[in-house]
């Protein structure tokens, strides 16, 4: 299976922020096929497609209420909540051991700065690092909700997937538009929007994030973008058109079955909802 950069960020590899490249590297590591001309290779159980067996059982995890039907916009609370479950509660968390320097339980900043993506810049100039900096050390703060200067690994999640906390994501978020907006207007013209080395410029990127049509964009238009949560958005947006059929605001079993193809088919959907069965190990 061809793993697409859509994909990555389903997985919460952000791949333009300088805490996450250590996690990058090495799930290209892991899973980088040279003989295969490149393709990257994933889990066995994610290249089969969804079973009526798995949809249900997702839908009966999402139906807590037991209700029959789960409202529409619940679809996009559960992915936030298995996000924050993952985070939270995975057993590795490699990510957060591998900082843990002094194996004292919790994170420092000094052990932040000190990691492998903040010492080699990978090709990055001086003052690009420098800002990355300053985008992880307002999500630290953030994230450090006893202020106590240090990150337990119940904070950890946070940090690492800023959209799990609207205060994490708000603080990260603000400090990448302080960083990119250098004019100092409040706004971002499509030049700041793809400041970093790496981002290719996109009309259609930037005309869908501006919801107003002003050719700026402001805070607001940029958090689902920044902290890859718009890919997930399209994708339950998605799911609940298509499932959605009678448009009463509920989405029952039946209704997700029959749309079982549509959504396997649809690559960002397909994959959220494969993910879900795995984590539910279903």
């Keep these: 299976m061809h793993l697409s950069v859509k994909a990555l960020v389903l997985l919460g590899l952000d791949l333009g922020v300088a805490h996450a490249e250590e996690d990058a590297y ?3 590591e892991q899973h980088y096929d040279e003989e295969e001309g490149g393709n990257l290779e994933v889990d066995e159980g994610l290249e089969e497609g969804l079973t009526d067996a798995q949809l249900e059982g997702i839908f009966r995890v999402m139906d807590a209420k037991k209700t029959g039907k789960v409202p529409v916009a619940d679809i996009h609370v559960f992915w936030r909540e298995m996000l924050e479950r993952e985070m939270n509660h995975s057993a590795e968390h490699s ?12 994170v420092s900043w000094e052990e932040l700065l000190a990691s492998e993506g903040h010492q080699d810049p990978h090709g990055e100039s001086e003052e690009t ?16 909700k006893n202020q106590d200067g240090f990150l337990e690994k119940k904070e950890f999640g946070a940090f690492e997937s800023p959209e799990i906390d609207d205060a994490v994501e708000d603080a990260f978020v603000r400090a990448i538009f302080g960083t990119k907006d250098k004019d100092g207007d409040g706004s971002l013209t499509l030049e700041e929007f793809h400041l970093y080395k790496g981002e290719e410029l996109s009309r259609d990127d930037f005309a869908k994030l501006d919801t107003n049509g002003d050719g700026r964009l402001q805070l607001e238009e940029l958090k689902a973008w920044e902290t890859g ?5 399209e ?5 609940a058109e298509t499932a959605d059929v009678d448009k009463d605001g509920f989405v029952t079993l039946q209704e997700f ?3 079982r193809r549509a959504i396997d088919e649809h690559e960002a959907a397909g994959y959220q909802f494969q993910e ?5 190990e279903l």
Excluded at 129 to 144: G, L, P, R, S, T
Excluded at 229 to 233: G, N
């Design 129 to 144: 690092m420098q800002e990355y900096n300053v985008h992880d050390e307002a999500k630290f703060k953030a994230a450090d």
């Design 235 to 239: 994708a339950l947006k998605f799911v």
């Design 95 to 106: 990510y957060f051991f591998r900082l843990d320097s002094n194996k004292d339980g919790k």
């Design 229 to 233: 949560r718009h890919l997930p958005e």
């Design 257 to 259: 079955l029959d749309s």
């Design 26 to 28: 090495e799930f290209f």
């Design 276 to 280: 879900w069965a795995t984590q539910l």
